[in-house]
């Protein structure tokens, strides 16, 4: 079975412009969550997604966005982007979203970097 | 100004030996745990999880403690190999829900 994958891999923006990543999850699973991870924060929860329906959201400005489609893939924006957005934006996949933590497991990243 | 980076933990072991690495979490209403292996440029992999009704679980080559009391997690990795060497990560949820909150991660590096 395929893992999870993210596209594109690495991107390079400046500031003020806005990205878009992707995440298409492990075949059946139907939760999405994001993460970003820096070396200053470490890896710190963006939202979740279950059912197209964003089910918890993290302490990130509304400049983070999301959303997910009737397949499950999902995708991230970020708008007016800022130096301080460069990271690794991590997806992770689980069978389920509610009532019971279920196993996450990790895409490779999307490596960004703001100039 | 530069950010400063996370100041990791470093765990050397030798090649063979048992790894411990040990994770203090703060929320007492946490209810499930998970342990991660990130090697550089690769996101991180699933190694073992455990809920809190449980105080040990087995996986291969590895075991997770949970002790609630302390509200404290280790990872136990025998006979480590060279492969082994990574940035291991704990993380908690709280209710049922999939929002993770990461330790700040160790080191382990394994020498021949």
């Known amino acids: 079975k395929a893992g999870v994958t993210q596209t594109p891999r690495y991107l390079i923006k400046t500031r003020g412009q806005q990205v878009t990543l992707s995440c298409s999850p492990i075949s059946g699973h139907r939760s999405v969550s994001w993460y970003q991870q820096t070396p200053g924060q470490g890896l710190q929860f963006l939202f979740e997604y279950f059912s197209e329906t964003q089910r918890n959201k993290g302490n990130f400005p509304g400049r983070f966005s999301g959303r997910q489609f009737s397949n499950s893939r999902s995708e991230m924006n970020v708008s007016t982007l800022e130096l301080g957005d460069s990271a690794l934006y991590l997806c992770a996949s689980s069978l389920w979203g509610s009532g019971r933590a279920d196993t996450q497991y990790f895409g490779p990243g999307t490596r960004l970097t703001v100039l | 100004g530069e950010s400063v980076g996370l100041h990791l933990p470093t765990l050397s072991v030798q090649e063979g030996d048992n790894s411990i690495i040990n994770c203090a979490y703060s929320?007492?209403?946490?209810?499930?745990f998970i342990w991660y292996k990130q090697e550089s440029g690769k996101g991180p992999q699933f190694i073992i999880d455990i809920r809190s009704n449980m105080d040990k679980r087995q996986g291969q080559r590895v075991t997770v403690l949970l002790n609630k009391t302390v509200k404290h997690l280790s990872l136990q990795i025998a006979a480590t190999q060279p492969g082994d060497s990574a940035v291991y990560f704990c993380?908690?949820?709280?209710?049922?829900?999939?929002?993770?909150?990461f330790g700040t991660g160790t080191q382990l590096k394994v020498e021949l």
């Open positions: 929320n007492s209403a946490s209810d499930y």
């Open positions: 993380a908690e949820s709280t209710g049922g829900g999939n929002k993770l909150t």
